[in-house]
């Protein structure tokens, strides 16, 4: 059976890791992308400029949707790319966002260079992830988490997970 999916994505500082970290803590296999696009090898070079890799995004979706593809359970993605997530696999992705006075001291101490910091905060206020988290998945899969603090953001997607799972169980109940 294919893995379901919760995508947590937003921009760059917004607390995408922290609340991944506290859910793995919680008992969820986790993917942070960028780690998962160096270890598969889906990188397609280095931007100097913002001081960034740059992924692969094709090699990193089909390999994506072939690990998915063995059956994982209930997965939990995050990544400020994590639009890559074919919709096929995404029970719900959360978006957060946070207030740009908080953001910028976030990607200040990360030590991201000025041009980084600005684009990051350009996308914070277009609501880019947002955006492409709509347009991918639709409204009905997609929450925006505004300015929660970081343990009742993961309380929340945990519940998620919690009825995800329950879901599945009941599914496969069903079948035998």
Request: include cysteine; charge should be negative.
């Amino acid at each position: 059976m294919p893995a379901g999916v919760i995508v947590i994505t937003g921009t760059p500082g917004t607390g995408k890791t922290t609340v991944t970290s506290i859910l793995q803590e919680k008992g969820y296999f986790t993917i942070n992308l960028e780690i998962f696009a160096k270890k598969y090898n889906c990188i397609a070079g280095y931007d100097d400029i913002r001081q960034s890799t740059i992924i692969d995004t094709e090699k990193l979706q089909d390999t994506l949707q072939n690990y998915l593809t063995a059956g994982r359970g209930i997965v939990i993605i995050e990544g400020h790319y994590a639009d890559i997530v074919p919709e096929e696999f995404v029970l719900k992705c959360f978006v957060l966002s946070c207030p740009i006075e908080d953001l910028r001291p976030r990607l200040e101490i990360r030590g991201y260079p000025q041009p980084k910091i600005d684009e990051n905060i350009q996308a914070e206020i277009m609501k880019v992830c947002w955006t492409d988290a709509l347009d991918l998945y639709g409204p009905s899969k997609v929450t925006k988490i505004d300015n929660m603090p970081i343990n009742d953001i993961a309380n929340l997607i945990d519940t998620f997970g919690h009825i995800a799972r329950n879901r599945e169980r009941l599914s496969r109940e069903s079948k035998i």
